[in-house]
Nanobody, 125 residues
Framework: QVQLEESGGGLVQPGGSLRLSCAASGFIIDHYAIGWFRQAPGKEREGIACISGSGAGTYYSDSVQGRFTISRDNAKGTVYLQMNSLKPEDTAVYYC??????????????????WGQGAQVTVSS
């Protein structure tokens, strides 16, 4: 049974940083790309980052490019999202999602087979 559990959310001031973690289990993690997406109240779901099974390939949405970094530690079964220079518009529930394939691309940012319960990130002064 695929399980994904996000952690590390919270309240941060504009310009601050947070690191989200996604603990994955129930499947061979290095066989699949993993992504992060977010959903803010009243807005559509937005795929923001994706990393290939080996970690060699990473892709980002324009909205987070240069500020967020996705990484993974397959030995620990964990995927991370380092978020820097946070803005109020980054406020959302953040989810990690398992992709269908080993690779990912910018076109695949919004497609996920499974996802976790989400972690709230609030950027406010």
């Amino acid at each position: 049974q695929v399980q994904l559990e996000e952690s590390g959310g919270g309240l941060v001031q504009p310009g601050g940083s947070l690191r989200l973690s996604c603990a994955a289990s129930g499947f061979i993690i290095d066989h699949y790309a993993i992504g992060w997406f977010r959903q803010a109240p009243g807005k559509e779901r937005e795929g923001i980052a994706c990393i290939s099974g080996s970690g060699a390939g990473t892709y980002y949405s324009d909205s987070v490019q240069g500020r967020f970094t996705i990484s993974r530690d397959n030995a620990k079964g964990t995927v991370y999202l380092q978020m820097n220079s946070l803005k109020p518009e980054d406020t959302a529930v953040y989810y990690c999602g398992k992709k269908k394939y080993y690779y990912c691309s910018k076109e695949m940012l919004n497609t996920n087979e499974d996802w976790g319960q989400g972690a709230q990130v609030t950027v406010s002064s």
